[in-house]
């Protein structure tokens, strides 16, 4: 049975709720945590996802491990909203690895963007690419991230 965002039951949401924790969590200690048998999560949790619910199972990296010191959480102000401006906006920032997260939004700004660099050299010269260099972008604001106080994906599921 596919599920949809709209019927998932208390089974379902337990499950999610765990996974988005730690998605590395084995289905039978997932089972004793909702009181089901270990087929019934593993068959809930193909059910989730074949609807689309689940999008993927990621890890998330500590950046500062990883060397990555600057995190930039940038405004761009496109020279219009027209679609294929907006579209090839879209389409650079997606094939951009150094971008974490990208939203199209409303207020004034086409998009706000999180990128995660190096060092400022770096970061300078993705500015350059991706903003100064780029017809499409009227003015972009950069704010660098002091320090990281919350991240994850969690959704809240009531």
Same mark, same amino acid.
């Given at each position: 049975?596919?599920?949809?965002?709209?019927?998932?039951?208390?089974?379902?949401?337990?499950?999610?709720?765990?996974?988005?924790?730690?998605?590395?969590?084995?289905?039978?200690?997932?089972?004793?945590?909702?009181?089901?048998?270990?087929?019934?999560?593993?068959?809930?949790?193909?059910?989730?996802?074949?609807?689309?619910?689940?999008? +993927?199972?990621?890890?998330?990296?500590?950046?500062?491990?990883?060397?990555?010191? $600057?995190?930039?959480?940038?405004?761009?102000?496109?020279?219009?909203? +027209?679609?294929?401006?907006?579209?090839?906006?879209?389409?650079?920032?997606?094939?951009?690895?150094?971008?974490?997260?990208?939203?199209?939004?409303?207020?004034?700004?086409?998009?706000?963007?999180?990128?995660?660099?190096?060092?400022?050299?770096?970061?300078?010269?993705?500015?350059?690419?991706?903003?100064?260099?780029?017809?499409?972008?009227?003015?972009?604001?950069?704010? $660098?991230?002091?320090?990281?106080?919350?991240?994850?994906?969690?959704?809240?599921?009531?």
């Amino acid at each position: 049975m596919a599920r949809t965002n709209r019927n998932l039951d208390s089974f379902d949401r337990a499950i999610l709720r765990i996974l988005q924790r730690d998605n590395k969590t084995p289905q039978r200690a997932i089972a004793e945590a909702v009181h089901l048998s270990a087929a019934a999560v593993q068959r809930r949790i193909a059910a989730m996802e074949a609807a689309g619910i689940i999008e +993927r199972n990621v890890a998330i990296a500590d950046t500062r491990a990883l060397g990555m010191t $600057i995190t930039a959480i940038v405004e761009v102000h496109l020279i219009d909203e +027209r679609p294929p401006t907006v579209d090839g906006a879209k389409a650079l920032f997606l094939a951009a690895p150094e971008v974490q997260l990208c939203y199209y939004v409303t207020g004034g700004i086409s998009f706000v963007l999180v990128i995660v660099t190096t060092d400022m050299i770096e970061y300078e010269a993705i500015t350059r690419r991706l903003f100064a260099d780029n017809d499409a972008v009227a003015s972009f604001r950069s704010l $660098i991230a002091l320090d990281r106080v919350k991240s994850g994906a969690e959704i809240i599921i009531p």
